[in-house]
């Protein structure tokens, strides 16, 4: 079963590498919807500084969603996720696998890649890491929300906006949190509680998510 | 079969140019640093971080020109079909973006002494990280497909189509005010800095130049050993077939 | 309607099976069997429920009435124990364009965790191993489904759910799948094909899928 | 490799084509001729180049080295003209799943311009007009096909070019597709078709695609 | 050739409406998008003013980028993309048939909701006409240039993230005019030089995007 697991990892780990290399593309994304603000908005580093946080995470967070798209549609496509589904163990470690692939392929790098656009963005140098360790809560339960709408939407008509719709409500607690844990931080106050309650709220996900993505699958199969 | 134009006139070529090239760029590029970085005077308003200059310029340069290159290889290999001229534009890239990237780094290392931030978002910095995008998409497309025929046109329409952002990029100090300072050394009245700094820079630029032509060179090369490797290979596949067939 | 019954003690038993899609009655009171060593072949015109059928035995589709079992007890109280023991071949070929045939079985052997031969052989079986390190993307169609029926041999199951196996294949692949089957028949193992051509080989069981009397009162879905 | 020339005037006419796929040459040195009425199978093993040719012929792909004339002039000439005189149907239905199967050829005919037949008749002569108003989405793989081969009747061509028409259908259908397939020659029509199965009707000429001789000089891409 | 054009245009209409209310996610999109700021940035409504035409038009740039992978990528899934090209008129006028649908599906709705968007996020009373004139210019532009990237990947891996990296950069322009028109306009400036850079563009890639477009698409068919 555990080998079974870490295959699974491992498989979705190398169709991102062969499909062309997945984190890098998310990577650029990011950087160029957040450079996008600041051309909207005009260059002026304090208002840049004010809008930083929120930018950076809206960012993550838009990656994040155009990334989860082909979670589970494009093995429904050519008929893989039939043979996923009729694996001899619960589909539910089928999308905890799938979703931590996502993970290492998006929000993984997405956390690293956000401390040079906090530069880019004026970032005040206190909120580093709060920011970083907020994204390194925050992203996996961005991927495991995600899988929820991925497989509700999978096979489904216009399934992409539709995903959008559905998981972009329930991203929006974690965005509040993420951005003000920064902003706490930037102006000198602990973040602990925030951690926290994106702790629970990772912990709770992890063990819903999988399985409520497991159902929705079944009747995109059915 | 022209579609694989016979490289032998390319490789002739390169092996005649090679030996300069590199000798140039060797020349220049020690020249151009000791001069700049020890014997060139420090600015009286800029103290030494004038010397990031020497690095900077031609590498800002360089980043345009290599894709003006790609630009202009790109459009020949469409209209004629010049199987080289798509290796040529495939093995810019990376090159451009390289020195995209240190134009970036070296711009934004003088930035904080001299307007006290690594980055603000004036139109030249900003169309100059664009070009570092477009220097990645294109490259991305190259790999985005197997076949290398259909990647080389894809990709030769992407650089023409982003060829747009040149004149952005060289004409962003003059349509806004920005920044960033305007053009002092190409500009309708010569050159508008001391000669002091004047002649390193610019064996520094001739210097990048080389350096340019010199990798340009082995990567077009290694491209095309690369295709005859597999050339050969599928060739060598086929009759192993044929003669299993044939038993 | 009905499979007949064979001697043999039936590994494989559907009862008394209905399908509904979309709100339509596909077909109901289908039964048949199938024990260690047969091929039951279903058979019936475009639309009459044959893919839903193979869907269901595979455990994709629950059944709308009815009951499907494994070695005597219900597939749907040890799902995964069944699964481990059955490869469902379907419309779909389920290969990963981006890797090559070889990749694709490996991949398809590691994950389901036991592997009966290696890849190269199972190609080998279907007349393609010198295609084993091109990329999926790069196959014409009926080398696709000799990828994907190559399957098949890469990891062990009793049970083989093949729908539509013929598509696309040309004739010595028809033959080579022909006496695929026949070894993987003649070592115990049972074979559930769909399919409008013939399949090479010795000759196994007809099961006729008809579409359900839409008169009869108990085959109303609304019933 | 050669088509025998027919002694009618050649209406489609293929010479010395060649195809490269992934920089590799599939076949070369291929010629073919169709006149009025006549038929043209294409056989060759999986992966010979039969759905190569055939998209080739449709002008989807463009020739290596080559050239395919229509009534005397080359394709590439007036390629809008051919088309308005041609329908392919591919390995892929080409039919718009959330649209039933009637809307699917009344766009397909009225995006021709012309229209040869309701779409309620075509379907009929498939076997299928009571899925007139059922959405593709919905139908079974056989049901698909036949809705994409009804195509060929809503707007009117001289020129058919069929890849692999029989996959998924059942006998019925191949029947039915059969004299369809006739009764187009009979007017006159055209028929290229990429089958391993045998086609029903009278019969055609035959095109066998094999792959060039590795060993001939120049046929070393290299070269 | 103008009957075909006129059915294209209908056709890819219908389709969008029986796949579910095209326009409708499109919309909700760009709204959810632009109401993530204020949950972001803060309340305050002097900061929202200033960011407002920034935002609203990032927004739009993003909901088009986002409904762009469809444009091509269902068609030649599913075989239609090979009718299309086989029909006989040029593919350049069926591209523009397509883009002119994909804009009356998103560009034209995303306009007519942005002055709701202004609102939400006080956007000085002088500036609504700039921002719709821009809107209405700009999106047909975002039409036109998405077509060529839309085509550029079509059917290549991870397609939809490579579009993103190769469309963003080229919108920049369009974003930095109709942004400054707008905040041109909130200042009393007069915006007649937007709006003209703005129809030149126009007009010119309405003459260029369709052939490129066309180009890469046989590229795909190939
Ligand atoms: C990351 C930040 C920066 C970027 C992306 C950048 C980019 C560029 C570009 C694209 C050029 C154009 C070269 C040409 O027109 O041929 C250039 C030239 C130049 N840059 Fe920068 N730059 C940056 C920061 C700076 C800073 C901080 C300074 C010093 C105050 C500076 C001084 C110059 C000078 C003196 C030139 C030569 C202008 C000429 O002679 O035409 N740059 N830079
Ligand atoms: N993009 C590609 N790159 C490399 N090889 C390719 C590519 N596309 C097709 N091929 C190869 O071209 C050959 C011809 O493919 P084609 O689909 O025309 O075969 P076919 O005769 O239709 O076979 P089948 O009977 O299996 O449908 C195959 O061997 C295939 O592997
Ligand atoms: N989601 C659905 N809603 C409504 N009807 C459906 C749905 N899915 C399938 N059907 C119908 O169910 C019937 C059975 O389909 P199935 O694919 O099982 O047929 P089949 O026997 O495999 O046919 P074929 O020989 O054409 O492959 C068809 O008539 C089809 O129209
Ligand atoms: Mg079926
Ligand atoms: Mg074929």
Same mark, same amino acid.
């Given at each position: ?222 | ?247 | ?151 098949? &041999? ?11 196996? &013929? ?57």
């Amino acid at each position: 079963m555990s080998r079974t697991f870490l295959m699974l990892i491992r498989r979705d780990l190398l169709l991102a590498h062969r499909q062309g290399g997945g984190s890098l593309l998310a990577i650029a994304f990011f950087v160029l919807v957040v450079s996008l603000f600041p051309l909207g908005v005009g260059p002026a580093p304090e208002m840049l500084e004010r809008i930083a946080a929120g930018t950076i995470w809206v960012a993550a967070l838009l990656s994040v969603l155009l990334s989860l798209d082909r979670m589970f549609q494009a093995d429904l496509e050519d008929g893989s996720l039939d043979q996923l589904a009729l694996l001899p163990i619960p589909l539910a470690l089928v999308v905890l696998a799938k979703t931590i692939a996502h993970w290492l392929t998006t929000g993984l790098p997405l956390t690293l890649t956000a401390p040079l656009l906090g530069l880019l963005m004026q970032l005040s140098p206190d909120a580093y890491g709060a920011l970083v360790a907020g994204m390194l809560l925050g992203t996996p339960i961005l991927s495991l929300i995600g899988a929820i709408g991925a497989a509700l939407t999978v096979g489904v008509r216009r399934g992409g906006v539709l995903l959008t719709l559905i998981v972009t409500p329930l991203y929006i607690p974690i965005l509040i949190f993420g951005v003000s844990a920064v902003e706490a931080a930037a102006q000198g106050f602990a973040i602990s509680a925030h951690m926290l309650f994106l702790s629970a709220l990772l912990s709770g996900t992890i063990v819903i998510a999988p399985i409520a993505a497991a159902w929705s699958l079944k009747l995109a199969l059915d | 079969m022209h579609r694989f134009a016979n490289p032998t006139r390319f490789l002739r070529l390169a092996a005649a140019v090679l030996p300069f090239s590199a000798a140039v760029a060797a020349l220049c590029l020690g020249a151009g640093l000791v001069w700049g970085l020890f014997f060139a005077p420090p600015d009286y308003q800029q103290g030494d971080t004038v010397r990031i200059m020497f690095i900077h310029v031609p590498s800002a340069m360089m980043a345009m020109g290599v894709y003006a290159g790609m630009a202009i290889s790109s459009a020949i290999a469409l209209i004629w079909r010049h199987a080289i001229a798509d290796l040529i534009a495939k093995a810019s890239a990376p090159i451009g973006a390289t020195f995209t990237f240190i134009c970036l780094l070296t711009g934004s290392l003088w930035g904080k002494p001299m307007w006290g931030t690594w980055w603000v978002w004036d139109a030249r910095l900003t169309s100059m990280l664009i070009m570092l995008f477009i220097y990645l998409g294109y490259m991305a497309l190259w790999q985005a497909f197997d076949d290398q025929t259909k990647a080389a046109r894809a990709a030769a329409i992407l650089a023409l189509v982003g060829a747009i952002n040149l004149p952005v990029i060289k004409f962003s100090v003059e349509w806004w005010n920005t920044l960033h300072q305007p053009a002092s050394l190409i500009t309708m009245e010569g050159p508008k800095i001391h000669e002091s700094l004047l002649w390193p820079l610019l064996l520094m630029i001739v210097g990048f130049g080389a350096y340019y032509l010199t990798v340009l060179i082995f990567r077009v090369r290694a491209e095309i050993h690369q295709r005859r490797t597999r050339m050969l290979r599928m060739a060598q596949a086929d009759r192993h077939n044929a003669m299993q067939a044939a038993d | 309607m009905q499979g007949q019954v064979s001697t043999a003690a039936a590994v494989l038993e559907g009862r008394d099976l209905a399908a509904l899609r979309g709100e339509r009655l596909i077909f109901a009171n289908l039964d048949f069997t199938v024990s260690a060593g047969e091929l039951l072949k279903l058979v019936g015109r475009n639309g009459a429920g044959k893919s839903t059928l193979m869907r269901m035995i595979a455990g994709l589709v629950t059944p709308f009435a009815g009951q499907i079992s494994w070695h005597g007890s219900p597939v749907r109280d040890d799902p995964d124990g069944f699964c481990a023991d059955m490869i469902y071949a379907g419309h779909q070929d389920g290969l990963k364009t981006a890797l090559s045939a070889a990749e694709n079985l490996d991949l398809f052997a590691r994950l389901r965790g036991i592997r009966s031969q290696p890849a190269d052989q199972a190609l080998a079986a279907f007349g393609i191993a010198d295609l084993a390190d091109l990329p999926v993307r790069y196959m014409s169609a009926g080398q696709r489904r000799r990828v994907s029926l190559a399957r098949l &041999l890469v990891a062990p199951a009793s049970l083989w759910l093949l729908d539509e196996p &013929l598509t696309a294949l040309d004739t010595s692949a028809i033959e080579q799948l022909g006496s695929v089957v026949d070894a993987h028949r003649d070592g115990g193992g049972m074979v559930i094909a769909a399919t409008h051509a013939d399949l090479p080989g010795s000759p196994g069981k007809v099961l006729e899928i008809v579409p359900p009397d839409p008169f009869e009162d108990d085959a109303e879905p609304s019933a």
